[in-house]
């Protein structure tokens, strides 16, 4: 079975601070995602990485920055945040060519006070 | 750009056929489309995926008519545990990675 896990279940950060969220999968993928979650909004695509050091914007990146050094580990930054991004997120891997089948793992919920 | 709509509520009785449409309009030729269920507190978890005609597995079946401007999630004989939010993904196949979510759809089946 295919594995993603993230760092933390719950976090709570103050507004200004820089947060990092981890994530990792154990299937090889190549494609990498990071999604935000909030009611009445779906899925929103921040950033994914279809390779090793390589990113590409998604629909709502601003205020975001990613990082991957491995192809196991995908990080999403939040360079200073703000109450704004105050949300669930969700990493997700997928093959290369099965873009369309993803793989999550069980978020992570930040509040930013 | 494809656009997803799908209706934001269903409810059901357990043992009902339940069908769940999500309208993608402006669907592109090297589009695929999945459907993934999401538990309260869980990431969402793939169902199925196809590109036109019917697609069965052990979970559910597809529809999508020949014009693929829509597609249908049918769930047969729902039991309690069904109840989840149902989400559809319009996503190409190249390098482009458009992904396009549907905001979903939260089903409850009642006893």
């Known amino acids: 079975d295919v594995k993603v896990t993230q760092s933390s279940r719950y976090l709570v950060k103050r507004t200004g601070e820089k947060v990092f969220l981890e994530c990792v999968q154990d299937m090889d993928h190549e494609n990498m995602f990071w999604y935000r979650q909030d009611p009445g909004l779906g899925l929103r695509l921040i950033y994914f990485s279809y390779d090793v050091k390589m990113k590409e914007k998604g629909d709502i990146p601003e205020g975001y920055s990613v990082s991957r050094e491995k192809k196991e580990r995908f990080s999403l930054i939040l360079e200073s945040a703000s109450t704004n991004q105050t949300s669930m997120y969700l990493c997700?891997?997928?093959?290369?060519?099965?873009?369309?089948?993803?793989?999550f793992g069980p978020g992570t919920r930040l509040t930013v006070t | 750009l494809a656009k997803t709509t799908q209706p934001i509520s269903m409810d059901s009785y357990e043992g009902q056929e339940v069908n769940i449409t999500c309208s993608h309009n402006n669907i592109a030729t090297n589009d695929y489309i999945t459907w993934y269920q999401q538990f309260p507190s869980q990431g969402p978890r793939f169902i199925i995926q196809g590109y036109k005609t019917k697609v069965t597995n052990e979970v559910a079946s597809l529809f999508i008519p020949a014009d693929r401007k829509s597609s249908t999630l049918s769930l047969p004989r729902v039991s309690l545990s069904d109840t989840a939010v149902y989400y559809c993904?319009?996503?190409?196949?190249?390098?482009?990675?458009?992904?396009?979510w549907g905001a979903g759809t939260k089903l409850i089946i009642k006893p």
């Open positions: 997700a891997s997928s093959s290369l060519a099965g873009v369309y089948e993803q793989y």
């Open positions: 993904l319009v996503a190409a196949l190249d390098s482009n990675y458009q992904l396009i």
